[in-house]
């Protein structure tokens, strides 16, 4: 591992977390509820963005090592929460919103695989 690929995942890092924080707060500031839908939100298009970029570094374009590094883990890695998504699942169930926090976490799930079967899905038609 090299200075730079470990300052390509950060450079990445930094403006995935950075997107993320801008994505959440625009979802927080349009949709009110008891159900958290930033995180929800950057799950399910993180999942479908890193579905469509494999898809395209499999199938069309082969990226040096370090710019694999800074989108996949970088920029998509800070973007997704899923560590966000398990604290949020938490306090759902910590405060009894029992069946809040079963859909939160089935839907979390199933729409972030379908999202990322979905961005491969598209980038293989569009591409192949």
């Given amino acids: 591992m090299s200075l730079q690929m470990v300052l390509y995942v950060g450079l990445g890092g930094a403006v ?3 997107a993320r924080f801008l994505t959440m707060s625009a979802i ?34 082969s990226p040096s090592p370090e ?10 890695g800070a973007f997704t929460t899923f560590s966000t ?16 926090g079963v859909l939160y976490t089935t839907g979390s799930v199933v729409l972030c695989v379908v999202g990322f079967w979905a961005g ?7 591409l192949a």
Wanted: without cysteine; proline residues 1%; neutral net charge.
């Fill in 85 to 100: 998504f398990s604290m949020d699942v938490y306090y759902l169930l910590d405060r009894g919103a029992i069946l809040q």
């Fill in 28 to 61: 927080g500031h349009y949709f009110h509820g008891s159900l958290p839908w930033g995180t929800f939100v950057v799950n399910v298009v993180g999942s479908f963005a890193l579905g469509a970029l494999l898809e395209i570094m499999a199938l069309q374009w």
């Fill in 120 to 126: 491969m899905s598209l980038l293989r038609g569009v």
């Fill in 67 to 76: 710019m694999r590094a800074f989108m996949v883990v970088g920029v998509l």
């Fill in 16 to 18: 995935g977390a950075m």
